[in-house]
């Protein structure tokens, strides 16, 4: 009872709100139909092409670019042949190493230029768009013909118009940004699954 005291209203209607807001930012989705098709295409196309999917992104976002990288290598619904995902954040040691010799905002981007091929694809996962260390993994990538997928929120930070593709989910509550970044991945990765069924 602590929460409706101090708020106003009971935890039961602040609740409902929470779920309210999420449904609408997912709903937002609709009018980006076309972008997330381009996407799927992307994506579809570079597995096909033999090339591999590297994701990146901080705290709530590093687990969305997680959580896209192990559905290709493992599955999402169905078996399938498996699919080479990366995720830039998986690697403690690299993290590390690279953060306290280069800096933190090389952390993505000293990897990209390790890994990183032609025709690869790098997907960005950002609330704000305006985290220090994706714009150095965006050029990065460019620099190597990389086709870069962002994955932003709010009025797309420094990032906004700065991919090959871009989707700016707006509102400003982070949560729910990735809530419809979760939709986003889920839907590329049926059409992956379609794909190479």
């Known amino acids: 009872m602590m929460l409706a005291k101090q708020t106003g209203t009971s935890g039961i209607e602040r609740i409902s709100a929470q779920i309210d807001s999420s449904v609408e930012t997912i709903k937002s989705l609709h009018g980006e139909l076309e972008n997330i098709e381009a996407i799927c295409r992307t994506v579809v196309e570079a597995l096909k092409a033999g ?14 670019a997680l959580h896209f990288a192990e559905e290709l290598s493992g599955r999402f619904r169905n078996d399938r042949v498996a699919l080479p995902g990366m995720a830039l954040p998986a690697d403690v040691t690299a993290i590390t190493c690279i953060g306290n010799d280069f800096g933190y905002e090389f952390i993505f ?16 996962f950002t609330t704000s768009g305006n ?15 990389i086709k870069v997928i962002c994955l932003l929120g709010k009025d797309g930070g420094m990032l906004a118009g700065k ?14 940004i ?8 889920h839907i590329v990765l049926d059409a992956v699954e379609i794909a190479f069924a």
């Open 51 to 64: 090339k591999k999917i590297m994701t990146a992104g901080n705290g709530g976002s590093a687990a969305e």
């Open 178 to 185: 990735q809530e419809a970044h979760q939709v986003i991945l």
């Open 109 to 124: 981007s000293r990897q990209l230029e390790a890994f990183g091929q032609l025709g690869d694809v790098l997907i960005l």
């Open 163 to 176: 991919g090959d593709h871009e989707i700016i989910v707006p509102g400003q509550a982070g949560e729910h």
């Open 131 to 145: 985290s220090s260390n994706l714009p150095p993994a965006l050029e990065a990538a460019q620099l190597r013909d």
